[in-house]
């Protein structure tokens, strides 16, 4: 499984970005997909997660209401739409997929433990 993050880059505190995460998998609609990011110096954190159907979502409480997370199972994609950006998140941003049903979408580890990694996109949000 191969995952390509796309859409980082810089703007302007209050802008918006779009990422997109195109995922060689066979048969999308069995992964939970999910966003990360990594400020530099810090931990990588948690974002926002899709249910494999799409039908569930969940975000950290620091991007509510500002990011949407959605998926097109027939094009492999999953998109992180980011409005009224904040200089809090510039990070490098990943997406990952796991297949593992019994740990729940929205539950780090099991990405972090058992799940599969793009390369990265940088956003850079000036202030």
């Known amino acids: 499984v191969q995952l390509q993050a796309s859409g980082g880059g810089l703007v302007q505190a209050g802008g918006s970005l779009r990422l997109s995460c195109t995922a060689s998998?066979?048969?999308?609609?069995?992964?939970?997909m999910a966003w990360f990011r990594q400020a530099p110096g810090a931990e990588r954190e948690f974002v926002a997660a899709i249910s494999r159907s799409g039908s569930n979502t969940y975000y950290v409480d620091s991007v509510k209401g500002r990011f949407t997370i959605s998926r097109d199972n027939a094009k492999n994609t999953v998109d992180l739409q980011m409005n009224s950006l904040k200089p809090e998140d510039t990070a490098v941003y990943y997406c990952a997929a796991k297949t593992t049903a019994w740990v729940s979408y929205f539950n780090p580890a099991g990405y972090e433990r058992s799940g599969y990694w793009g390369q990265g996109t940088q956003v850079t949000v000036s202030s």
């Open positions: 998998i066979r048969t999308s609609s069995a992964y939970d």
